[in-house]
């Protein structure tokens, strides 16, 4: 995936009312055994982080920056290889560059079909 600009992911309507354990504002996210790879990223103002590696999934990160989000990359894989989240990633502007806890991942929306 290459991603030039991803601004404003904001937590769900429902964030304060009937969905608050799930509805966090994340930028990039692989979960439950998926990969992502983005080069050339721009994430932005993500309510709560700007990426997340979630359960026995892995991202790499290359040329780019994670900017204005309270985390800059949420990593919930124990062990894992941070040097993959910042090959000429710049986080700036973050509370925490990183935090591990394991935090609630929201559902797809709908299905993603694989090509």
Not at 91 to 115: F, G, H, K, N, Q
């Amino acid at each position: 995936m290459k991603i030039k600009r991803l601004c404003f992911a904001l937590a769900a309507a429902c964030a304060s009312t009937t969905c608050t354990a799930t509805a966090a504002g994340f930028g990039l996210v692989a979960h439950l055994g998926a990969h992502l790879r983005a080069t050339r990223l721009a994430v932005r103002r993500s309510d709560l982080a700007g990426v997340v590696v979630g359960q026995a999934a892995s991202v790499d990160l290359m040329d780019g920056e994670i900017a204005d989000s309270p985390i800059g990359a949420n990593v919930q894989v124990p062990g894992y290889d941070l040097a993959r989240l910042s090959n000429q990633v710049v986080y700036r502007d973050v509370e925490r560059a990183l935090d591990s806890t394991s935090l609630p991942v929201p559902d797809p929306i709908s299905p993603i079909a694989r090509p």
